[in-house]
C-alpha cells in the first residue's frame, strides 16, 4: 500500500537541488581607478564622473580634429552646377 502522506495521483517529483541564490556583485574599478579614487567620498565620485565624461567628449572630438588634420584627405571636388547657373556663366 502506498504511503499515507503522499497524494495518490502525483508521482514522487525528482527535482534538482536548489540553485543558490545569485547576489549581485558591486562594480569593480579598474586598478588606475581604484588608486585615484579610492579615498573619495560619493558626492566627490558623482562630481568626478560628471567631469571625466565632459573630458571624455572633448578628448573624442579633439582626437578626431587632430586625426583629420594629421591624414589629407581627397581634392575638393567641384561642385555640381544646375543647368540654370551653366547659362549665366
Not at 502525483?10 to 541564490?21: L, S, V
Not at 556583485?25 to 579615498?39: F, G, N, Q
Not at 567620498?41 to 568626478?48: H, I, T, V
Request: charged share 35%.
Amino acid at each position: 500500500m502506498e504511503n499515507a502522506n503522499e497524494p495518490l495521483n502525483n508521482p514522487p517529483k525528482n527535482d534538482p537541488a536548489p540553485k543558490p541564490k545569485v547576489r549581485k556583485r558591486r562594480v569593480a574599478l579598474e586598478p588606475e581607478l581604484e588608486e585615484i579614487a579610492c579615498l573619495w567620498p560619493p558626492a566627490k565620485r558623482f562630481e568626478m564622473a560628471r567631469k571625466f565624461r565632459r573630458w571624455a567628449r572633448q578628448l573624442r572630438i579633439s582626437g578626431l580634429i587632430l586625426f583629420y588634420d594629421s591624414h589629407p584627405g581627397s581634392r575638393p571636388a567641384l561642385r555640381f552646377l544646375s543647368v540654370r547657373k551653366i547659362r549665366l556663366n
